[in-house]
Structures are given as structure tokens and as C-alpha cells.
């Protein structure tokens, strides 16, 4: 809940802005199964050490991991608190032009990459969450 209310924060604020960084510990990787309606998981990574910086005016999203640095902007940006979520939904669009929904939910500690298009989903354990104005 910290995280979601950093983040919510920065968001609403016309005055306060503040970068967001966030690492990440471990991914997954999932695919979604249209019969059983739910995602499955394919691959399960520890010790995935990867970085992500939101901008001050929450327009982009740098993401480092250990062998590629993508850069992500962001389109759109929703708060679903729905059944206690905590999560923003962002619809973000990568540096070569792939599209993606981006959640970052804090009730369950993760950033998760979602391709509509392929229904893969890449979901990272978050390890940490710092500002810096």
C-alpha cells in the first residue's frame, strides 16, 4: 500500500514531482490459456535483478535489465482500486513500438507486462520503491 500511495501521489500532484525508481528481484514469465481461462507459468527466474525509472512528469519508463535497456511511453494511466487492488494500469507503448499494459500493483508487490497480442504476460517481484525530486 506504501508503494501505490508514492506512486498515487506523484500522479495527482501538480506541485510535487518526483522521479520513481523501483527494482525488481525475480520474473516470470506467463501465457494465457483461453480454455482454462487463466495465466500459466512457463519460466520462473530468481536473482533477475532489473530497474525501472519513471520521469518526473510520468510520461516515460526507462526499464534496465541484465542485457537490454528499454525505454517505454506512457499513453495512458488509470488507478483501479477496485475489491482492493492497488494497482495503476498504464497502456504504454515500447521504444520500438510494441504496445503493452503495464500494471504496477503494489497489493501484490509486482510490475507485470501484459502483450494483448500474443497473451504473454511478464511479471517482475518488486524489491525496492525510492523517489528522488
Do not use: C
Not at 527494482?23 to 520462473?44: F, P, Q, V
Amino acid at each position: 500500500m506504501k508503494r501505490l500511495l508514492i506512486i498515487l501521489g506523484v500522479l495527482t500532484s501538480q506541485v510535487i514531482h518526483a522521479q520513481i525508481f523501483v527494482s525488481t528481484d525475480a520474473r516470470t514469465i506467463h501465457n494465457w490459456d483461453s480454455i482454462g481461462e487463466e495465466w500459466i507459468l512457463e519460466e520462473y527466474e530468481d536473482d533477475f535483478l532489473t530497474f525501472f525509472e519513471f520521469n518526473n512528469e510520468l510520461t516515460m519508463i526507462k526499464h534496465t535489465t541484465p542485457s537490454v535497456t528499454s525505454a517505454y511511453l506512457i499513453k495512458s494511466a488509470e488507478v483501479n482500486n477496485e475489491d482492493g487492488r492497488d494497482q495503476i494500469e498504464y497502456d504504454v507503448i515500447s521504444d520500438i513500438g510494441n504496445s503493452y499494459m503495464l500494471l504496477y500493483d503494489a497489493k501484490n508487490e509486482n510490475i507485470r507486462f501484459i502483450d494483448i497480442k500474443s497473451d504473454r504476460m511478464i511479471r517482475f517481484e518488486i524489491k525496492a520503491v525510492w523517489t528522488e525530486e
